[in-house]
């Protein structure tokens, strides 16, 4: 054997971390139960006595179960009462942090809004040069195809060139999205999270439109049994089937 295979853990002195008598006892009791229940598998109900007595024995097991529960509430509390004060500590700097950021996301809101006036600003500038290029080599094209003028020719391939490069030009400044860098480096650069809020306007298209999708029919079954079990619930519900399922209580 190793030192380390006989050596005492680290925390070996302090206490356990549940009631190990209290939880003996559940376990004794539930093995008791476990050899009473096996006794009675191998066996049939003959008579009300019978059956009377076995209800007995569910009712251990049910009372063994809330008892466990409740033990392990008891245990557990000690650690749940010092896991909040873990989480009140935190809670107070987290709760701090978040009233710092919106004004200053707000600052840093007003500051993108003015670099996308400028991005826009910029690409309808890019935008117009380009149909102007592409207007001026269309020119020149069709005056170098009339008159069959080399240099017309050589001019209106140069200006289709530049009508391509602004072209390019715009579609990047369109596509590209405004941002602010860190100053240093440390954090990533900010800008617009930009996601689509969908709002409900017509149900029944929705409806037509995803009813394929398996969510939609786990919500309509969670509904339809909520109202079964409803006190003075329907009896049967459009588009189901209601069967009665029985369980011993």
């Known amino acids: 054997m190793t030192d380390q295979e006989t050596s005492p853990g680290i925390g070996h002195n302090e206490p356990p971390i549940y009631d190990l008598k209290a939880h003996k006892s559940l376990k004794d009791r539930a093995e008791t139960l476990t050899d009473e229940i096996e006794a009675w598998n191998k066996r049939e109900i003959e008579d009300a006595e019978d059956a009377e007595d076995l209800r007995d024995v569910l009712g251990k097991v049910v009372a063994l179960k809330r008892d466990a529960e409740t033990q392990r509430s008891a245990d557990k509390k000690p650690h749940r009462d010092r896991g909040k004060e873990v989480d009140d500590a935190y809670h107070a700097i987290g709760n701090r942090l978040d ?3 919106p004004p200053v996301k707000l600052k840093l809101d007003e500051w993108l809004e003015k670099l996308e006036a400028a991005r826009l600003a910029k690409a309808k500038a890019e935008r117009d040069e380009a149909e102007a290029k592409q207007r001026e080599a269309d020119l020149l094209a069709a005056l170098a195809e009339k008159t069959g003028s080399i240099r017309a020719e050589e001019a209106a391939e140069e200006a289709a060139k530049e009508s391509k ?6 579609n990047r400044t369109e596509k590209s999205r ?10 990533s650069a900010a800008g617009w999270r930009i996601t689509k809020i969908a709002t409900l306007t017509d149900i029944n298209q929705a409806f037509m439109h995803y009813r394929k999708r398996p969510e939609v029919a786990e919500i309509l079954t969670r509904l339809a049994n909520a109202d079964l079990r409803a006190k003075d619930g329907p009896s049967h519900v459009p588009g189901f089937i209601v069967r009665t399922n029985k369980t011993v209580a």
């Open 165 to 170: 490069a602004a072209e390019k030009a715009a």
């Open 178 to 187: 405004v941002n602010i860098r860190s100053a240093s480096g440390g954090a």
């Open 99 to 101: 009233r710092l950021s």
